[in-house]
């Protein structure tokens, strides 16, 4: 018997597997497998896409009103066909072995992925066994620390504050159970429709097998078929939601720090940015600015008036951003508005008892908001009007996991989680917090969007630590707490890639890193591969030293400057790459296993980014160092510095001083570029740029007012053919010219009169 020092032996219940196939009946959408008093239902809701149920007692649960996946019911019948033991859509065939009951998944080339091998069930968990194919890799479950490929480790999803986290750390602050399982010419997607505690083992405790585990009564997940993983997000998102388009203010440089910690320190902030010339959109307050840290209220002392203070940010071209934590001061004696109000209407959660969950966080005692009940999410909605009211036009929650510790900050305590007995939800749906602990920080986000929709008539900004499967739909996400250390310079390239590959695209990490000190050389380079994170936030520790662009000298200064700079003149690019994202779920930030999905040599690339298709960094996470290897993948690739041409399928070694983070871009490549501004939409643009790499390709410049609900629009389509660039823009654009570059070859200058044009860069040199 295996021993491990310091730990008694444990025996655990067994499982019960799912036996033989009695019956096999069909409905409309798809069939009901009957295995004793078991029931297998398969859902055929895309050509490539089936939800699996397995109850093991017969009877499946009703639908949750916290439920994050698109009922059933909405999608469009496909056809399929049902002979015998097989089902065949027009892009999977889905195989029922019936003694006993396992099922067997086939693309059309007859390749085999997702095949069972167990199912069951035992005390309070159910799982399922599936097969890893050979060369299988693993790539999403959310925000994760470690490397990209996660085969033969196991991720728990459960949202913890997972404070001072390091490579090896499991949970994390979001919790979002969906994967993509990728080898060559073969692709598909796993999410686990479970909100309890659940868990991925990716081999790790048998080699050559997965398991899908969850403290749950019912088996809910969805098998997803792609040909690469771009199909697989795309109907991934169409399941959960998709990120709505963000102001376009949001993909600015914004600016935080725990704290700026008064109405002058801010203002000197804003200050130093214009001065200097280095662009800015916005400045977090962090908790400071708040009366005791009570949410929605200001301190009479340190901002002691916040409209004039926004205002004159505004003048400046500075949008501002807020803290919200849910943790609502307990205070019975007091006048505090906000906990009387939620307590005469029966806002917060309760214990099993009646009593009220409190815990300490950031005012002392508190109590917390009961998210998951829509009354609620409005009632806190509505309060965010004490700060839309004076001009703020964003939100970031926080400490939303939800984060409580059983005594007070100042003293030495514990974190605490809610009783996982405490009921949640809408009365008599009978759940509790066990079930909807992961939704915690995702509804606490929702209410935050769902309120600023009603309460301001533009596009607001709401950022959040934590979130479930589908958190796309309401809130950029950050990845938390990290640290000033090379290690998470690196660290935070997965961790950011793989929440795009779970649908989550406006992501980034605190620059600079939260905790520690970062050397002029760690925030520099940081700043360099920081201007491609969707989210670009400088943000650091109340403890630690100051971390603003200017404060490690010249060089450092003129570094940041530069590449902040160079994200400006990028925003026409990076814009249309949101739109796109919104529009089908794309990631912004992508892997090149995304691209490349047959490539293997992209499989385990961590350190390399793609932002969209064809614009590729390769970032220095490591001191002193001044080259790097590069991987450049099949095609040719130009030097963005240099122009210099290189043919792909090879590494190279790219030259990397403290001033340059190598960066490429594909043949083919259309990257529209404005001037630089400080902010956006700092002056109207005179003239847009647009660098064009020789050889083929296709890209449409998507533009709008950057703030509307439901803007008027202007799409450009622009399509290379090695020098020949046709332009086909949807209506003019006044006052504006556009600079055509055909790059190694020549520049063209046209006006944008709304016709179409054809320009040929052979007959013009």
């Known amino acids: 018997m295996p021993q491990v020092f310091g730990k008694l032996p444990t025996t655990r219940q067994p499982w019960i597997s799912l036996g033989n196939v009695d019956h096999i009946e069909k409905h409309d959408r798809g069939v009901i497998l009957t295995c004793g008093t078991a029931k297998l239902r398969l859902t055929i809701l895309a050509a490539n896409l089936v939800r699996v149920q397995l109850a093991p007692q017969g009877e499946f649960l009703p639908r949750r009103s916290w439920a994050v996946n698109r009922p059933d019911e909405e999608w469009e019948q496909v056809p399929f066909e049902l002979e015998e033991n097989e089902i065949r859509t027009s892009q999977i065939r889905v195989v029922i072995q019936r003694s006993p009951c396992r099922i067997q998944w086939f693309d059309q080339s007859g390749q085999p992925f997702a095949h069972d091998t167990d199912m069951g069930w035992r005390m309070g968990q159910i799982a399922c066994w599936k097969r890893i194919e050979t060369e299988e890799h693993f790539y999403g479950f959310g925000e994760r620390a470690g490397l990209l490929d996660k085969r033969s480790e196991v991720k728990t999803n459960w949202t913890k504050d997972a404070l001072d986290y390091d490579a090896i750390d499991d949970e994390m602050y979001q919790a979002i159970p969906f994967f993509i399982a990728l080898r060559p010419q073969l692709t598909y997607g796993i999410f686990l429709n479970i909100t309890h505690l659940s868990q991925f083992d990716l081999g790790a405790s048998e080699p050559g097998i997965w398991r899908m585990q969850a403290q749950s009564q019912e088996l809910d997940y969805y098998v997803i078929h792609g040909d690469a993983p771009a199909q697989i997000l795309e109907t991934y998102t169409a399941l959960t939601g998709r990120m709505p388009l963000p102001p376009k203010w949001a993909l600015g440089y914004h600016q935080c720090r725990w704290s700026y910690e008064t109405a002058e320190v801010v203002q000197q902030i804003a200050h130093e940015f214009r001065s200097r010339k280095i662009p800015c959109d916005v400045i977090h307050f962090d908790i400071d600015y708040m009366n005791g840290y009570r949410v929605f209220t200001w ?26 934590d849910p943790g609502v001061k307990y205070e019975p004696d007091g006048d505090y508005l906000p906990y009387h109000e939620g307590l005469a209407k029966d806002c917060f959660v309760r214990n099993a008892d009646g009593s009220l969950v409190y815990g300490y966080v950031w005012p002392d005692k508190a109590v917390f908001p ?85 309460l301001r008539d533009q596009r607001s900004f709401v950022l959040t630590r934590s979130g479930f499967a589908g958190i796309q739909r309401w809130s950029a996400v950050w990845t938390g707490d990290n640290q000033s250390l090379w290690e998470h310079l690196e660290m935070s390239l997965p961790m950011l890639m793989n929440l795009g590959l779970s649908g989550v ?126 991987y450049l993948p099949e095609g040719t690739w130009f030097d963005w510095w240099t122009g210099e041409k290189y043919e792909g399928n090879q590494h190279i070694l790219a030259h990397a001083p403290l001033e340059r983070m190598p960066m490429y871009v594909k043949a083919g490549a259309i990257i529209p570029m404005q001037p630089v501004m400080q902010y956006v939409d700092e002056h109207p643009i005179a003239q847009l740029k647009v660098r064009i790499y020789p050889g083929v390709g296709e890209f449409t410049l998507y533009e709008d007012d950057g703030r509307s609900l439901n803007p008027d629009y202007r799409t450009t389509t622009f399509q290379v053919n090695d020098t020949i660039v046709k332009i086909q823009p949807s209506h003019a654009v006044r006052d504006r010219t556009m600079l055509v570059e055909m790059v190694g070859v020549g520049e063209q200058s046209i006006s944008e009169d709304g016709s179409a044009k054809q320009l040929d860069f052979h007959s013009h040199t």
């Open 299 to 324: 301190s009479p002392k340190r901002f002691p008036d916040p409209a004039k203070l926004i205002q004159q940010l505004k003048q400046e071209g500075f949008k501002t951003v807020t803290i919200v």
């Open 370 to 454: 009961d998210f998951l009940r829509a009354e609620v999410r409005q009632w806190w909605g509505e309060w965010q009007r004490t700060l839309t009211e004076v001009g703020v036009e964003g939100i970031w929650n926080d400490m939303n996991e939800p984060a409580l510790t059983d005594r007070p900050f100042g003293d030495e305590g514990v974190h605490i989680p809610f009783p996982m007995d405490a009921p949640q939800g809408n009365p008599g749906e009978g759940g509790t917090h066990a079930e909807t602990h992961n939704l915690y920080g995702y509804n606490m986000a929702r209410a935050s969007a769902e309120g600023l929709r009603q």
């Open 505 to 630: 695209s406006f992501v980034g990490s605190d620059i600079g890193g939260f905790a520690g000190n970062a050397t002029g050389e760690l925030f520099a380079r940081w700043m360099q591969i920081g201007m491609f994170y969707p989210l670009m936030r400088g943000h650091s520790s109340l403890t630690t030293a100051q971390h603003e662009p200017w404060v490690f000298g010249e060089r450092v200064e003129a570094i940041c400057r530069e590449y902040i700079e160079l994200r400006y003149q990028l925003l026409p690019y990076l814009y249309t790459l949101f739109w796109q994202s919104s529009q089908t779920g794309a990631p912004i930030l992508r892997p090149l296993l995304y691209e490349y999905p047959n490539d293997s040599k992209t499989y385990h690339l961590h350190d390399q980014l793609l932002l969209g298709s064809h614009l590729m960094a390769a970032p220095v996470y490591r001191p002193g160092v001044e080259y790097r290897a590069v």
